[in-house]
């Protein structure tokens, strides 16, 4: 057995392999993507509650006195809007205006952020964010200091209550704050990439293992499941949510993904930002779009898809839509042949099947 | 759980013959390992088909999976409830899940499939 070739394993390992799930190679790491089946985790999460264990996931720290500055300068959207408690999606970029990676930007203190990214870029995010540091910031690669639980589904916020006295209704969406869950200090964050209403928790990785059990204890009463990536990625496919290697990566700028809103212009200067004036002022070429099959078929990812007969993009992501009842899709093509209504082919297996752009979110939750 | 009158594949297809026509299915290791079945894709009636050639396909939520015929012959029944009611494939995968009759061309063929036994030994259950 080869150190260089074992897969990382996070603090929950075990945990799952009691549970029985199947357990997969993602990005390295050795994750569920099921336990009792991605469609039942998926509605469990949709009516209910769900608990995902996502400590794969990286955290960067970066303090100082100028630690804003880094920030804004490395990351597109503006951190000077943050409050303390506050957090943003935002996305680091190369000069040529791609995506190093998206990631969620919490302001800790007014010389603390705190930066989670995906768990196959945090080597190459924090060597990027290294690289920009010209403010003598620390930067840290905190996340072997932290594991992930995400709590995702309308009946979180009653499961976490049992476990805190943190006031967990005054945490709007995308606020964050310290407190201690079952006993155990956690950042607790309402955020989450499934559409839902929920909470990230980030705990130490010597207290995930407990906190898991606590939260499956206390949520057993709604019917919570233990939730996969497989799950994971039908609840964010429904909710348009990126994913980096599919919707964006070194080649997508990110008015192309449809995430112009997280770039803003008037903070400053940022890393990327040359590159997308210029493309801003020469006209997007191709936009991300979302479609529905119309025809027999199930569109995946890699997929080519044809606009008038001809070859006109990709499928970045693809599959059923559990809560919808339909096949979806996402795809890049040119702008003309992404507008709503219009109809593209998908080819599946040589054939092509016939789809339609449709608005995006496929789904958003009603919000109480 | 694994018929003992059925032949298996090692791609996780079983076959059950009576007289000349077989019928063909996935096995419940296929449709465990596939997890949610979402849809299946299955050829017309008429159809030629070639031993361990691609059949059709079933997906899961996550994925694509070809199926493979145990067998030549000839495709003479297609179980289109299916198409309706994919699901039916994780609850009866050797029963209602069906998924095609082939009028099989040489019933030798059969032979060289693995037994229940030698199945169940090669997924390792």
Same mark, same amino acid.
Request: contains cysteine.
């Given at each position: 057995?080869?150190?260089?070739?074992?897969?990382?394993?996070?603090?929950?390992?075990?945990?799952?392999?009691?549970?029985?799930?199947?357990?997969?190679?993602?990005?390295?790491?050795?994750?569920?993507?099921?336990?009792?089946?991605?469609?039942?985790?998926?509605?469990?999460?949709?009516?209910?509650?769900?608990?995902?264990?996502?400590?794969?996931?990286?955290?960067?720290?970066?303090?100082?006195?100028?630690?804003?500055?880094?920030?804004?300068?490395?990351?597109?959207?503006?951190?000077?809007?943050?409050?303390?408690?506050?957090?943003?999606?935002?996305?680091?970029?190369?000069?040529?205006?791609?995506?190093?990676?998206?990631?969620?930007?919490?302001?800790?203190?007014?010389?603390?952020?705190?930066?989670?990214?995906?768990?196959?870029?945090?080597?190459?995010?924090?060597?990027?964010?290294?690289?920009?540091?010209?403010?003598?910031?620390?930067?840290?690669?905190?996340?072997?200091?932290?594991?992930?639980?995400?709590?995702?589904?309308?009946?979180?916020?009653?499961?976490?209550?049992?476990?805190?006295?943190?006031?967990?209704?005054?945490?709007?969406?995308?606020?964050?704050?310290?407190?201690?869950?079952?006993?155990?200090?956690?950042?607790?964050?309402?955020?989450?990439?499934?559409?839902?209403?929920?909470?990230?928790?980030?705990?130490?990785?010597?207290?995930?293992?407990?906190?898991?059990?606590?939260?499956?204890?206390?949520?057993?009463?709604?019917?919570?499941?233990?939730?996969?990536?497989?799950?994971?990625?039908?609840?964010?496919?429904?909710?348009?949510?990126?994913?980096?290697?599919?919707?964006?990566?070194?080649?997508?700028?990110?008015?192309?993904?449809?995430?112009?809103?997280?770039?803003?212009?008037?903070?400053?200067?940022?890393?990327?930002?040359?590159?997308?004036?210029?493309?801003?002022?020469?006209?997007?070429?191709?936009?991300?779009?979302?479609?529905?099959?119309?025809?027999?078929?199930?569109?995946?990812?890699?997929?080519?898809?044809?606009?008038?007969?001809?070859?006109?993009?990709?499928?970045?992501?693809?599959?059923?839509?559990?809560?919808?009842?339909?096949?979806?899709?996402?795809?890049?093509?040119?702008?003309?042949?992404?507008?709503?209504?219009?109809?593209?082919?998908?080819?599946?297996?040589?054939?092509?099947?016939?789809?339609?752009?449709?608005?995006?979110?496929?789904?958003?939750?009603?919000?109480? | 759980?694994?018929?003992?009158?059925?032949?298996?594949?090692?791609?996780?297809?079983?076959?059950?013959?009576?007289?000349?026509?077989?019928?063909?299915?996935?096995?419940?290791?296929?449709?465990?390992?596939?997890?949610?079945?979402?849809?299946?894709?299955? !050829?017309?009636?008429?159809?030629?088909?070639? #031993?361990? =050639? /691609?059949?059709?396909?079933? *997906?899961?939520?996550?994925?694509? $999976?070809?199926?493979?015929?145990?067998?030549?012959?000839?495709?003479?029944?297609?179980?289109?409830?299916?198409?309706?009611?994919?699901?039916?494939?994780?609850?009866? !995968?050797?029963?209602?899940?069906?998924?095609? #009759?082939? =009028? /099989?061309?040489?019933?030798? *063929?059969?032979?060289?499939?693995? $037994?229940?036994?030698?199945?169940?030994?090669?997924?390792?259950?």
């Amino acid at each position: 057995m080869e150190e260089a070739d074992a897969l990382k394993r996070t603090p929950l390992n075990g945990v799952h392999r009691a549970l029985g799930a199947r357990m997969v190679d993602f990005g390295g790491w050795e994750m569920p993507v099921q336990y009792s089946g991605i469609l039942e985790e998926h509605r469990a999460v949709r009516s209910a509650v769900g608990l995902f264990d996502v400590s794969h996931m990286g955290e960067i720290e970066v303090r100082g006195p100028e630690a804003l500055k880094l920030v804004q300068y490395a990351a597109t959207n503006d951190a000077s809007r943050l409050r303390v408690g506050q957090a943003q999606y935002s996305a680091l970029l190369y000069e040529h205006g791609g995506f190093v990676d998206d990631i969620l930007v919490h302001k800790v203190a007014e010389d603390h952020f705190f930066l989670c990214v995906n768990a196959a870029n945090q080597e190459k995010d924090f060597e990027h964010i290294r690289s920009l540091n010209r403010w003598d910031c620390e930067v840290e690669f905190a996340s072997p200091r932290y594991a992930q639980l995400a709590l995702q589904g309308p009946r979180s916020q009653a499961t976490l209550a049992r476990l805190t006295r943190v006031d967990l209704s005054g945490i709007r969406y995308y606020w964050f704050t310290d407190g201690e869950v079952a006993g155990t200090p956690a950042r607790i964050a309402r955020t989450g990439y499934t559409g839902e209403d929920g909470f990230e928790l980030y705990v130490a990785p010597e207290h995930a293992a407990r906190l898991w059990r606590e939260l499956m204890e206390a949520g057993a009463e709604f019917g919570i499941k233990p939730c996969g990536l497989g799950a994971r990625n039908t609840l964010r496919l429904e909710a348009k949510m990126a994913l980096y290697g599919h919707e964006i990566d070194a080649t997508i700028t990110p008015f192309e993904a449809g995430l112009g809103w997280i770039v803003k212009w008037e903070k400053g200067d940022f890393h990327g930002r040359a590159a997308l004036e210029k493309q801003k002022a020469q006209g997007l070429r191709r936009t991300l779009a979302g479609f529905e099959m119309r025809g027999r078929g199930i569109a995946r990812d890699g997929y080519e898809v044809l606009a008038g007969g001809v070859l006109a993009g990709w499928v970045t992501s693809g599959g059923p839509a559990p809560s919808l009842n339909k096949n979806i899709g996402l795809c890049y093509l040119p702008l003309e042949a992404a507008a709503t209504g219009r109809t593209i082919h998908v080819v599946v297996r040589n054939q092509p099947v016939e789809a339609v752009i449709v608005p995006t979110p496929f789904y958003k939750r009603v919000k109480s | 759980m694994y018929p003992e009158n059925f032949r298996y594949t090692k791609e996780h297809e079983w076959i059950s013959l009576d007289g000349e026509i077989g019928t063909v299915g996935i096995t419940d290791h296929a449709q465990k390992e596939l997890g949610d079945i979402v849809y299946v894709d299955l !050829p017309k009636v008429g159809s030629a088909v070639e #031993k361990l =050639k /691609v059949l059709g396909s079933v *997906e899961s939520v996550k994925a694509v $999976s070809e199926i493979f015929s145990p067998v030549s012959g000839e495709v003479v029944e297609v179980n289109t409830a299916l198409a309706e009611a994919p699901e039916k494939l994780n609850q009866d !995968p050797h029963g209602e899940a069906w998924l095609v #009759k082939i =009028k /099989v061309r040489d019933p030798e *063929e059969i032979k060289d499939l693995l $037994s229940a036994v030698e199945y169940q030994q090669y997924i390792g259950a």
